[in-house]
């Protein structure tokens, strides 16, 4: 039964894998039609890329046509559908998929794309990101928002440490400075950006 178990996860990692050229595939298709304006060749990636979501079951196919949910396209006249997006990433979520991990912990800790401002939640999520997938960007802002304490209880200056060591190691952008000015000169001002997204992008 066991080996069964483990031949089934092998031939879903091995599906999953196949399909990743699949989803780039698509994707250009999209670009490319949108930059020269061809619904052909729009379609033709769109059409693509369900495919991968859908039939294969390709997560970061799954992932990407969240974003064109999203964002809708101009050139098709499909309008934006945040609440349709939103769906796709929480699936996604629950299956512990990194992109998506990172995506809704970012919104969650800004409260917008339609999400309500959860920083606890969005702790978690970063950090989740970081343990089982290494995202030396969500250690990094794990890292921040433990020391910054938007979340009570949860400064701890071991796990900053060890967040922050990997983000650096991993040369996330800022995250040098970050250690020298916001946690080795002791600096006390908390900070309270308009939107950490941006802050972060900066």
């Not at 020298?180 to 900066?202: C, E, F, I, M, Y």
């Amino acid at each position: 039964m066991m080996k069964k178990n483990i031949l089934i996860i092998l031939l879903l990692t091995a599906q999953f894998s196949l399909a990743s050229p699949l989803s780039d595939g698509a994707l250009r298709l999209i670009q490319i039609g949108s930059e020269i304006g061809s619904r052909d060749i729009v379609m033709r990636g769109q059409s693509l890329l369900l495919k991968g979501a859908f039939d294969l079951y390709d997560l970061d196919a799954l992932y990407e046509s969240s974003k064109q949910v999203r964002y809708g396209s101009p050139l098709m006249g499909y309008p934006p559908h945040e609440r349709g997006a939103n769906e796709i990433l929480i699936k996604l979520v629950r299956q512990s998929h990194d992109p998506a991990l990172y995506d809704y912990a970012l919104y969650l800790l800004d409260g917008d794309n339609g999400f309500v401002k959860n920083e606890f939640l969005a702790l978690n999520l970063f950090e989740e990101s970081f343990e089982a997938h290494g995202n030396a960007h969500s250690a990094f802002i794990a890292a921040v928002i433990r020391n910054e304490s938007l979340v009570p209880g949860t400064k701890k200056t071991q796990r900053i440490g060890e967040l922050l060591a990997f983000a650096v190691l991993n040369n996330v952008k800022g995250a040098k400075n970050y250690q020298a000015q916001r946690v080795n000169s002791g600096h006390w001002k908390t900070l309270s950006p308009n939107s950490w997204k941006d802050w972060l992008n900066d």
